[in-house]
């Protein structure tokens, strides 16, 4: 939860994890799994660290013919194939 002040950060090359407040071994290790699993598309898009707060804000949500782009309050840009929503 955000007021719980709950963080991870990441370093992607090699994936590790950085630093972390307020999740468990358990929730670090899917998280860990997830960075791991999306690690490519991360450096595709130019970031070498990636950090995760417990439920970041969306300020927009857009849709384009092959993307689903959200915005957030922070000014980070979260895009995701819409292939990835029909597995």
Do not use: C, Y
């Amino acid at each position: 939860m955000q007021e719980d002040n709950r963080l991870a950060k990441f370093w992607l090359q090699p994936v590790n994890l950085a630093s972390s407040i307020g999740f468990n071994a358990k929730e670090l290790n899917q998280l860990l799994g997830l960075v791991r699993e999306h690690e490519a598309l991360f450096l595709e898009l130019g970031m070498t660290s990636l950090t995760l707060n417990a439920e970041p804000i969306a300020q927009s949500v857009e849709t384009s013919d092959s993307d689903l782009v959200v915005r957030l309050t922070d000014g980070r840009v979260l895009s995701a194939p819409l292939a990835w929503s029909l597995v």
